[in-house]
């Protein structure tokens, strides 16, 4: 079989479930089982996988799958704890205090507030958080998961304190063989690496600084009674304040202070300047805009999460702060537990359990760690809520149960979706003497493209983070086959490495299991599809607008930069 065929096969996976889910309408619970099959099948008779190691890469799937309902469980318990103890009703207040255009709310609770979260924990917890909560404030809950994985791009490459640059390029290069090639042209892995850090977020910056405008334009034009894209526009002026009150700290910490903390300075930052610039009405539009009433919303709109905002209007009123405060824990004990060494090995640690070398295969494990997961530390926040507001343990319980029901629906797909992923990244090791089929599908593509291979750099990474839903999965995958491309056609191998975290960051808006998980935080599994239907909007954009600032370094650059390798 000839490697462009092999290539080519490699791709199908995807293919039938862009087919399926987008084509044909499919719920992903119908689809994810075929696509689960064809990898198999491919795995098996292409690649030649042993079948041991393609049971150890289910096996060790649906370990991940765990973690990630973990995830989900605690963005929906504590959400459905704030709606029980009231607070929801005062968080809903208070951004209408802010201001009752939904735009500027999309703003704030996705672009700022997600941007911190993503900062924080990553993994898909910002859309997980954002979404119920926008749901909650009067956003469809399509609309209000098209937000959610929109914020998954700008702040991603530096998510989870910097782990898809810290973890992911660092662990996905040849660092001793690059080292000792810097150090003999008089350079240093240190450089090299703060100069990928800084193209990445100089790059998300500038492609970047448009994003909140865009969820704007996306909200107004799809959700909107007028489907207008001008509605959207009209508070372009406010739109790209609060993306460059963003971008600009966060590219500082990028460039002066390394990958750990860009997304959550430049959050923290915008935040302080965004809010008291909204309740002033700095640069907001004169004529508000919010939704048709919820009775003329069509059925694929709405989810299954109900916030019955009204039935909890008996409980005693609430202060701003007592109902933020939750929201306020989560987001420090996220950031303790990811700084400080003590805690974060604490957490790492107890409880944890995990299978090394699954079933033999070197190099297949899985682990779960329940207490350092968001999901965990959601569940820490809840206990504490319930002592705070003064809940009854009825509404607890009613939190609990609504929150299991919605995640038994979630369970069905993943369980499908996550080892499909593990077989294609692990496929690496065959008999047939392939490369892993994600190398295999990114060789393809740079043959194919040559010399404006630039202009493709972030899709590659794009395809990456679609297949394993994680910038960082996808970095430690692709950036030596990025360096290696650089080499090979005599242009900037650090720039390469910057394209593929930064279109690896644009592919989480459109990774399957990402919008499966925003989907059933608010009862909308079953209708994937329409959602990868409008992230792809965003998308596109992304990944064009990284793709040419690519060109236009390579061009400015003459090809080459100082670190070249």
């Known amino acids: 079989m000839t490697d462009t065929l092999s290539s080519l096969l490699a791709f199908a996976p995807l293919v039938v479930a862009g087919v399926l889910l987008v084509g044909m309408n499919w719920p992903a619970r119908r689809a994810m089982p075929v696509v689960l099959g064809v990898a198999v099948l491919i795995a098996l008779f292409v690649w030649e996988m042993t079948p041991v190691r393609v049971a150890a890469s289910v096996i060790q799937g649906l370990i991940l799958t765990v973690a990630i309902l973990w995830i989900i469980f605690g963005a929906i318990l504590l959400l459905n704890t704030l709606k029980h103890s009231g607070a929801i009703t005062a968080i809903r207040g208070g951004f ?15 672009w700022l507030f997600g941007c911190f979260i993503e900062g924080a924990s990553g993994f898909g917890t910002p859309a997980a958080v954002a979404a119920p909560l926008l749901v909650a404030l009067g956003f469809p809950a399509l609309g209000a998961v098209m937000i ?12 989870a304190v910097g782990t898809p640059i810290v973890v992911g390029v660092t662990g996905g290069l040849d660092k001793a063989a690059i080292t000792a090639s810097l150090e003999a042209q008089g350079a240093s892995w240190e450089m090299f690496y703060r100069l990928i850090t800084s193209e990445v977020a100089i790059t998300h910056a500038l492609v970047g ?8 334009v996306m909200l107004t034009r799809f959700f909107g009674r007028n489907r207008s894209w001008r509605e959207g526009l009209d508070v372009a002026p406010f739109a790209i304040f609060a993306g460059l009150s963003f971008v600009l700290p966060y590219a500082a910490a990028g460039v002066f202070l390394g990958p750990e903390f860009p997304s959550l300075i430049g959050a923290l930052v915008g935040m302080a300047i965004v809010l008291p610039a909204a309740r002033t009405g700095f640069l907001l539009p004169k004529t508000q805009w919010d939704f048709a009433p919820a009775s003329e919303w069509p059925t694929a709109w709405m989810g299954n999460l109900e916030i019955k905002l009204d039935s909890l209007t008996a409980k005693p009123p609430m202060s701003l702060k007592m109902a933020w405060l939750p929201y306020l824990l989560l987001a420090v004990l996220l950031v303790i537990s990811r700084v400080s060494a003590p805690v974060k090995d604490f957490f790492t640690s107890f409880l944890a359990f995990g299978w090394s070398d699954i079933l033999g295969q070197s190099g297949i ?19 504490v809520t319930f002592l705070l507001h003064r809940m009854r343990g009825g509404e607890l319980g009613a939190a609990v149960s609504e929150s299991w029901r919605t995640l038994l629906g979630a369970g069905f797909v993943l369980i499908f979706a996550v080892p499909m992923v593990r077989i294609l990244i692990n496929s690496g090791i065959n008999a047939a003497d392939l490369p892993a089929m994600p190398v295999a599908m990114a060789d393809l593509v740079a043959n194919a493209v040559g010399q404006v291979y630039p202009l493709f750099a972030a899709s590659v990474g794009a395809l990456g983070a679609f297949i394993a839903g994680s910038n960082t999965i996808s970095n430690l995958m692709l950036s030596q086959f990025q360096f290696s491309v650089g080499e090979l056609l005599g242009i900037s191998s650090a720039l390469m490495v910057s394209m593929q975290a930064v279109g690896a960051a644009a592919g989480n808006m459109i990774a399957i299991h990402n919008v499966v998980a925003a989907s059933a935080t608010v009862g909308l599994l079953g209708r994937e599809g329409r959602v990868l239907r409008l992230t792809i909007i965003p998308t596109a954009y992304y990944l064009l607008a990284a793709g040419i600032l690519g060109l236009l370094a390579v061009g400015l650059a003459g090809g080459l930069d100082p670190l070249n390798s």
């Open 148 to 159: 959610g994985m929109m914020i998954q791009s700008t702040p991603v490459s530096f998510g």
């Open 209 to 216: 600084v448009l994003m909140p405008l865009f969820m704007c």
């Open 96 to 110: 209408s205090s802010i201001s009752p255009d939904r735009r500027v709310q999309a703003i704030i609770v996705a």
């Open 365 to 383: 494990s899985g682990s779960v760690q329940p207490l350092y997961l968001p999901g965990g530390i959601m569940l820490m926040v809840v206990l």
